[in-house]
């Protein structure tokens, strides 16, 4: 069983498309017809799915909370969480990043050196970011590890080592998702549940791995978003759709990783961005 990070993350880095702000337009969806709808039996579950890429098209407030867990065979489970507040005016986007694992080792070194922090491992792990549509991204002092006298720093310190933009996932992502999904026989209804105070229609299904290699490649690379790496083996997808067609959950899961996708706040995201007195230029 192959180990591998999620693309989303590096160690104290954040990575994020920002194509919900200015970046690249959403690619067209793939059609869905009525027709397809009303073939053989779950033709309700389809109608959901056809309205899955017009509903998340543009999209351009909402907050996105990513958990996500990468399996090792020698070392266990690892968790990491990222919230994602996407906000149209002004444009940026706050992303909050949780790596306990981070926080652990953090502690370890520190007694090696015999310091001591007052901090717990996932305070430590913590890592706060600010990028707006325009300028170079705010880095978070909150645990007071930056070089600064002040609440946020601006540059690309702690931005390192970072995976490129364009292997991270993000909302407009979704019309690909939609592509996959919508063409996946196994798709079945399995109740309903309500999602941040919304009503939603689960479904279940799967792909194998050889449906998987055999999809066209930006809907093979939005998966391999999602899980981090190379796809592989089969995949479990549980959608929880709102009557509206938009995905207020989705869970995705292959052999190495179990990534869960929950959206809220839509169209009421904000946040303060800080004024120049709490930044330090680096």
Known sequence: MKTRVP??????ALTLSLAACGGDEPAEPEETTDAAAEEGEGGGVLSLLADLASTTEEVDNYTMDIAVTTTDPEFGDS????????MDDPEAVQVTMVMPDLGEMFLGLAELSGESSDLTAEELGTSIFIIPAEGEPLVSNHNGNLDVPTEWARGASGMEGAPSPENT????????IAGVVAGIETFEEAGSEEIN????TRVDGSLTGEEIDALPEEQRSALNKLTGGSLEGAMNISLWIADDGFPMRMDFADDVSDVSIVFSALGETSFEMPSEDQITDQ
Do not use: H, I, K, N
Not at 7 to 12: N, P, V, Y
Not at 169 to 176: K, P, Q, R, V
Not at 197 to 200: A, D, H, L, S, Y
């Open 169 to 176: 996932f993000d909302a407009s992502d979704l019309s690909d």
């Open 79 to 86: 968790e990491v969480t990222m919230t994602y507040e996407v």
């Open 7 to 12: 693309a989303f993350f590096a160690a104290g």
């Open 197 to 200: 105070g919304v009503g939603t």
